[in-house]
């Protein structure tokens, strides 16, 4: 694990004692995932500063640089909770080189520790083959006859073939293959975002989704509370380029027909406050393509909300 940068967690300071001017920067703890007290009822941020999956589905570098990128804007948000409520920062899997495949088993390990330590693991991607090792963790602590509910936001299935290797555009073919106690629903698909051979692939393997153009803040939530009904366990995971280009430039792939933030946002509200919901991930948000900071300031608002939504939720 490599450590936070110093100066990451900064920003300003209404107050020094009292802890209801506080920000998130003054209350977050560094910690080490060895430590099994560390994460204990905590929410717990995990950089995954990766792209070679981006490169390898020949999307647009730079989502490597997301996750200090996110923590500096989330550390200038309040912090809204009393002493008994945390929020921890274990650090950050590096993928080396090439070496994908690698990096995503460490994740995967370290998301395992979190939750078997009592921990919420929130990771901070990297492109969407985030998603992978956020998932082989899961899975490896819920054990592989748990019933798991894979909910994705975003504008393309990521069901690629990965017969030559794997990719930021395979993941979920790679999980569905393989697992069969593990279902997959995505929201806000873009009809010219994929292609008709990922349609028939989605059909095939009963894949549950709905497209962008058929959401709305309201219409969203029965669909989310019957998939989750039917599933021992949730894992939510976000990619950024589902939401409108106009809000969210900064990524791989912008969507001219993208979300609204407020839909996604209700959706994060809906499932991290969900009991049967373990772990976030946020992916593709990509630095070097933002306009004024725009797409890492709104992932950062979007990660609070998921921070928020599982300390005061139904936990």
Not at 75 to 102: H, N, Y
Not at 152 to 163: K, M, Q, T
Request: one cysteine or more; glycine letters at 8%.
């Amino acid at each position: 694990m490599k450590k936070v940068p110093e100066g990451i967690w900064s920003g300003r300071i209404d107050h020094h004692t009292n802890r209801s001017s506080f920000r998130i920067h003054q209350i977050i703890e560094l910690v080490e995932v060895e430590d099994s007290k560390s994460v204990n009822k905590a929410c717990a941020l995990i950089g995954f500063e990766s792209e070679e999956g981006v490169r390898r589905n020949k999307g647009q570098l730079g989502a490597a640089a997301a996750p200090n990128e996110l923590r500096k804007e989330l550390a200038k948000l309040p912090w809204m909770f009393s002493d008994d409520k945390r929020l921890v920062d274990i650090g950050t899997v590096e993928c080396i080189g090439s070496e994908l495949e690698q990096a995503q088993k460490n994740l995967g390990n370290v998301v395992s520790k979190v939750l078997t330590n009592n921990g919420t693991p929130i990771i901070l991607g990297g492109g969407h083959e985030t998603a992978f090792g956020h998932y082989s963790g899961v899975r490896k602590f819920i054990g592989s006859d748990a019933s798991l509910g894979i909910i994705n936001i975003d504008a393309h299935f990521d069901l690629r073939s990965y017969e030559e290797q794997t990719s930021s555009g395979t993941m979920f073919r790679q999980i569905l293959d393989t697992d069969s106690n593990s279902n997959y629903l995505v929201l806000g698909i873009q009809r010219y975002g994929n292609t008709k051979e990922l349609f028939d692939k989605a059909d095939e393997l009963r894949v549950e989704y709905v497209y962008e153009d058929q959401m709305t803040t309201g219409n969203t939530e029965s669909v989310l509370n019957n998939f989750i009904d039917k599933h021992d366990f949730i894992m939510l995971t976000l990619c950024t380029d589902v939401l409108n280009a106009a809000f969210a430039p900064g990524v791989s792939a912008p969507s001219p027909f993208g979300l609204d933030p407020k839909v996604v946002r209700a959706i994060i509200q809906t499932v991290a406050s969900n009991k049967k919901t373990l772990s976030f991930d946020i992916s593709e948000v990509n630095p070097i393509l933002d306009e004024n900071n725009r797409t890492v300031k709104l992932g950062a608002y979007l990660v609070n909300e998921a921070i928020t939504s599982f300390l005061g939720g139904n936990k």
